[in-house]
């Protein structure tokens, strides 16, 4: 089944505490994307990557890193993470050919205390 | 990207149509018309998309008005299981920006039995 999965679905952490979420695409698609999610503020772009080794920021890429090592894996990072950035997580991936129908991931609720 | 406008919410009866308004006043020509929904914090799914030409797919169909600066969506048999914010998006299909899909506050829709 052509999907895109994240890891963890859920994660309270503290301060501080480094940590990645992982984002996965078994559809072999060039490019994949990081959005969060915020009442009232709707979905932002963080970081896209339009193919391995490629990585640009998006509207909201402060305090997270992203590497693209291999085309189906487009990891999250968050150095040092602080309770802003509490929020729920959606990373997507789509073909660069075509009409580039973004399919999402279920998201990873985050909540940094 | 043109920016689109959408009304906040709308009921609809279930098994009537729903139709979703959209205006894109400032679309370019090059830049097509996307729906996506979102049913409670799930991540977004794609539902149609168009340039000019009226549209069908198994889930929907997408009405663009002849000078493209509004557009429609049409639920045909709204169920309860269609109850999801929907999201009217323009964008382009060219450059590394154009993957980028701005969300704005979209409709609410609400089926009612």
């Known amino acids: 089944e052509a999907q895109v999965t994240q890891n963890p679905r859920y994660l309270i952490t503290v301060t501080g505490k480094k940590l990645t979420v992982t984002c996965s695409q078994n559809?072999?698609?060039?490019?994949m994307s990081w959005y969060r999610q915020d009442p009232g503020l709707g979905l932002r772009q963080i970081y896209y990557?339009?193919?391995?080794?490629?990585?640009d920021k998006g509207d909201v890429p402060e305090g997270y890193k992203v590497s693209r090592k291999e085309k189906r894996n487009f990891p999250l990072i968050l150095e040092s993470p602080s309770p802003n950035q509490t929020s729920l997580y959606f990373c997507?991936?789509?073909?660069?050919?075509?009409?580039?129908?973004?399919?999402f991931g279920p998201g990873t609720r985050l909540t940094v205390l | 990207d043109a920016k689109t406008t959408q009304p906040p919410s709308m009921d609809c009866a279930e098994g009537r149509a729903a139709n979703l308004p959209c205006n894109h006043s400032?679309?370019?020509?090059?830049?097509?018309v996307y729906w996506y929904r979102q049913i409670h914090s799930q991540g977004p799914q794609y539902i149609i998309h168009?340039?000019?030409n009226n549209e069908t797919n198994e889930m929907a169909s997408l009405i663009i008005t002849e000078d493209r600066k509004s557009s429609t969506l049409i639920l045909p048999h709204a169920t309860l299981r269609d109850t999801a914010v929907y999201y009217c998006?323009?964008?382009?299909?060219?450059?590394?920006?154009?993957?980028?899909?701005?969300f704005g506050k979209g409709t609410k829709l609400s089926v009612i039995p």
């Open positions: 997507a991936s789509s073909t660069t050919i075509g009409s580039g129908e973004q399919f």
């Open positions: 559809m072999n698609h060039e490019y």
């Open positions: 990557s339009m193919n391995v080794e490629v990585t």
């Open positions: 400032t679309i370019s020509g090059n830049e097509y």
């Open positions: 168009g340039l000019k």
């Open positions: 998006i323009v964008r382009g299909h060219s450059g590394a920006g154009s993957y980028q899909l701005t």
